[in-house]
């Protein structure tokens, strides 16, 4: 990971190991003599501790970047490479062979093996590497491995640490179902040679979670949308990534079509089924007038101006620059027609250069026709947030009322709902069964806003009264009705941070402004809805402990509920990840 001198906060960077896999396991060296192993593993604490922060997290990043390398060789189960992370006369639990201690059945067929670890046998490098390639040697694919540092202190001289450690493997396992085996761990790592090394492991805990069979199957390559762009850190993208992607029926034969915006074209995948009942997608963005100016960040179909076909909305990030110089894209509109569409959003006053992020199409006046609100963030490369926890720099969202299917007016200071913070996401709802359409936003690098309508064309944000403002790093956000009392809860997707948690308990008992960001890095929150007392008291929103699960989706950006097991209870899809660095192990 590229290493940036950058305030602490913003240092809230996951680490994780590169995917792929599939290749044969390779066993241990076997022609080394082993090493005299001790009767038990004792990780004593630093008695001369190293307390400067820099230092401290220096170190312990400079551990995690060694153990992705480790990981990398785990996930291709080279465990012949892997030993030289380890030192010759390294100790540690071993993971196979240990007693049962449980096994848990879960829902969808799903089952948990918890092993006792309490009397793990200690053995030496050979041993404990074989202990790992006995679990996932005779699997059919190893798809990442991560072993991510939760904690740790070191001592000043000689320089070592004890760190604590989250191990995590997942996969396929030989009969094709999919595979998540955790541990948790203390360790002694060492400095020796520039590099550390992995010198003890004591095992805390070891769990593995299977299922026979896979709940979904990839298919986007049999289905052709399996388009790969240029990778990150490569000539041609140094963007975030690809953002977002739009679903609906472009032609009117009852199949949803799919809108990917990329930074070298754009896709439009029509629909079809073959004489045989199979889907697939065919790509006509040239053909049917979508494919340029590539880039977006933000897609929505719907029918703008009733006449019954799907229009499509496109947000982006653009801007003046000198001389009335343009960069980027301004906000583009496609009006369809007969399935073809042509670019109107200069005509229909759609067209602007902002900072578009994400769009949330909803009737906020009732009127009959879909209006528009544009999620805007800011621009960091040209002016970087000016708050770690309330940043006000960021362009103001906007929100477009439609007139009658013939143009768009912009409503945003009428409205009441001016706001510069850095608004990723957006989501709208009758949260309170008033019969409009209530909007919360997911600002990054602040709190969040919850517009309540008023129902009389104006918003008022109601977010100290509801009790979400929720302080994160807000990525996306979605109303549904999770615990079936039939209120509509939300669920709020923010970025958390090994890293970040870590630099943050270090600090919280030295700093009050310190503990009050622990939350920014803490992640997702779920807000149940609780009822009014029926005297005309609005609902207001109660946060699920995390204990209850749900919430821990790395580094999060949109989120979606649905049944997808059809069992009549809402299930959280969450996508995440991010690329930190130039390799593929950075992400």
């Known amino acids: 990971m590229n290493r940036l001198r950058i305030p602490i906060p913003l240092l809230l960077f996951p680490l994780a190991a590169a995917c792929g896999g599939g290749e ?63 030192v010759d006369d390294f100790a540690g639990h071993r993971f196979s062979d240990l007693p049962i201690e449980g096994e848990d059945e879960l829902p969808l067929g799903a089952k948990r093996t918890r092993w006792d670890t309490s009397d793990a046998p200690v053995v030496d490098r050979d041993a404990f590497l074989e202990g790992l390639r006995a679990h996932v040697g005779p699997w059919k694919r190893v798809e990442a491995v991560v072993w991510k540092v939760k904690g740790a202190e070191f001592e000043t001289r000689p320089l070592w640490g004890k760190v604590r450690l989250k191990i995590l493997f997942q996969g396929t396992g030989a009969d094709g179902g999919p595979r998540e085996l955790v541990a948790w761990a203390e360790a002694r790592f060492d400095k020796r040679a520039g590099n550390w090394m992995l010198a003890r492991l004591a095992l805390e805990s070891l769990k593995l979670e299977s299922r026979d069979a896979f709940l979904f199957t990839d298919v986007s390559t049999s289905t052709g949308v399996a388009h790969s762009g240029i990778r990150f850190g490569q000539p041609g993208n140094d963007s975030f990534a690809w953002n977002g992607a739009a679903a609906g029926d472009v032609d009117g034969d009852g199949l949803y079509d799919l809108f990917v915006p990329s930074n070298q074209r754009n896709f439009l995948y029509m629909a079809r089924v073959d004489d045989a009942g199979r889907l697939a997608f065919v790509d006509e963005a040239g053909k049917r007038g979508v494919d340029g100016p590539s880039g977006g960040s933000g897609a929505a179909f ?19 620059g000198a001389e009335g110089t343009v960069g980027g894209n301004p906000l583009r509109f496609y009006r369809n027609d007969g399935g073809s569409f042509a670019e109107v959003g200069e005509e229909l006053g ?32 040209a002016e970087p947030n000016n708050s770690w926890v309330d940043a006000t720099n960021g362009m103001s969202n ?37 019969g409009d359409q209530d909007l919360y936003l997911a600002n990054d690098y602040a709190e969040n806003a919850f517009w309540r309508n008023k129902g009389d064309g104006t918003f008022e944000d109601a977010a100290d009264d509801l009790g979400v403002r929720d302080l994160g790093n807000g990525m996306g956000a979605a109303f549904g009705d999770l615990d079936n009392d039939g209120h509509l809860d939300l669920y709020v997707a923010n970025m958390s941070s090994t890293a970040g948690n870590r630099i943050l308990r270090r600090l919280q008992n030295q700093d009050e402004a310190a503990r009050s960001l622990t939350k920014m890095a803490a992640g997702n929150t779920i807000f149940l809805c609780r009822a009014g007392d029926g005297n005309g008291a609005h609902p207001s929103f109660e946060a699920l402990p995390a204990a209850a699960g749900g919430i821990g989706g790395a580094w999060a950006w949109s989120v979606a509920l649905a049944d997808l097991d059809l069992d009549g209870r809402l299930d959280v899809f969450n996508a995440n990840g991010f690329v930190t660095g130039d390799t593929a192990a950075d992400t």
């Open 24 to 86: 044969e396991p390779t066993a241990p060296p076997a022609d080394k003599v082993a090493a005299e192993v001790p009767d038990a593993i004792e990780i004593a604490a630093p008695t001369n501790r190293v307390v400067e922060m820099e230092f401290v997290e220096e170190y312990s990043e400079e551990v995690a970047n060694r153990m992705v390398d480790f990981a990398d060789k785990l996930r291709r189960r080279d465990f012949g490479a892997a030993a030289d992370w380890l």
């Open 302 to 320: 719907f029918d703008f101006d009733r006449d019954g076909d799907q229009d499509l909305a496109l947000a982006d990030v653009g801007w003046e």
């Open 398 to 434: 906007i929100l477009f009322r439609n007139d009658g299917g013939k143009r768009f007016v912009d409503v945003t200071e009428e409205a009441g709902v001016v706001d510069n913070r850095w608004t990723y996401a957006a989501a709208a709802a009758d949260f309170d069964l008033d």
């Open 350 to 381: 759609f067209r602007r250069l902002c900072y578009g992020y994400s769009l949330v199409v909803f009737d906020y006046d009732l009127d009959g026709f879909l209006d528009v609100f544009v999620c805007n963030y800011g621009r960091p490369k």
